[in-house]
């Protein structure tokens, strides 16, 4: 009799019609205007703590890396929540006020974040941020928005074990996909052995020690044969490559990030192991349609990647989503995971903000949790106390054109656990 134990988090689904007969929840749709008059909610009554509102504005903060070897992801984040703000404000903005943005440049530098959050916050007394992408990025600004109450919209896929009452994750945690992803190849392709590869900071390295204890400890027969991280921006990764050959793995579960898979996933083909062939398999959870644009869908085709949300899904709320982005942006961009993450952050703040009746910090933590969204591209989703997102998780096989076909997706929303008993 096997001791391998259970997987905690895999199976912590609710239904939508479960979910929507929370009586707490407050619904809000992505397009449907809900016009709130400025003088109905008195300045001196939704803003007493002296965060940048007046009678016609109120202003946000954008904090995100637009240059250097982060860029290539979080770009698409910035123009996500761009197009969110602007939408809103077409529908009459929040409380009858046009949401204003003040944009700083992170630089894909830890201590750069940390002093623009706290000028955000402190000089410029933005009622909320949007912002960072890496767990390092968000680690370095944490103890700033604590210090000073500010309230942070997360939207990046991470390693868990956070939970902050001044951060809404709208990403997805551990168990939404490192966990789901890892029994999703094992359970559909009988894969027994894996590589770890990884960036050489916070949340690749800490995915990967979760993932090592789910492989060794939930998944029976199953084996890791390499681990291995490198810094970010890396660019050579012939010598892994040729470990990764020695030792054939089933799969290489890879969490490269920024403009390093460019180098990777060329080197990986160009080194005779090809994706689309599935020997080993590829699998992914930081790759969306954003970095393929630089991989190149040559480079990748036949990849998966675990993730929440893909371009490619064939719902309502998406294809007004994706068309309104392209018209904004051009028709040529692509759209990832993340990104759509990002879009969530301003329509999240702007229903918790409506459903406090204030601007106030503490008012719109207090109503977060229940908060749905009911058209978002993704589906749908709704904020769990914890300040993390119910939603599926879906896996997508990497197309030659960059986008991803949906192999696999949860049948009701999976529960958010950042803190799954024996992964700490």
Known sequence: MSDKKKSPGIDHTLSRRAVLAGGAALSASLFTPKMLRAEDFPTDAVNTTGLAVTDTTVTCGILHSVTGTMAISETGSVQAEKLAIEQINAQGGILGRKIEYIQE?????????????????????????????????????????????????????????????????????????????????????????????????????????????????????????GEEYYPLGHTQFNSVINKIRLRKPDVIYAIVVGGSNVAFYKQLKAAGIDPAEESPIVLTISVTEDEIRGIGGENIEGSYACMKYFQSLENENNVEFVKAFKEMWGDDIVIGDVTQAAYLGPWLWKAAVEKAGSFDVDKVREASPGIELTSAPEGYVKVHENHHLWSKTRVGRAQLDGQYEVVFETADLVEPDPFPEGYQ
């Open 105 to 225: 440049d992170g630089a894909s530098d830890w201590p750069t974040f940390a002093e623009k959050a706290r000028k955000l916050l402190v000089q410029d007394k933005v009622a909320s941020v949007m912002g960072c992408w890496t767990s390092a990025s968000r680690k370095a600004v944490l103890p700033v928005f604590e210090q000073h109450n500010g309230f942070l919209y997360y939207p990046t896929f991470y390693e868990g074990l956070e939970q902050s009452p001044n951060v809404i994750y709208t990403g997805q945690e551990a168990t939404q996909q490192i966990i789901a992803g890892l029994d999703w190849v094992n359970q559909t392709k009988g894969a027994k052995s894996f590589y770890l590869l990884g960036s050489d900071y916070i949340w690749p390295r800490t995915s990967n020690k979760i993932a090592r204890k789910h492989i060794e400890n939930f998944m029976e027969g199953c084996k890791v044969v």
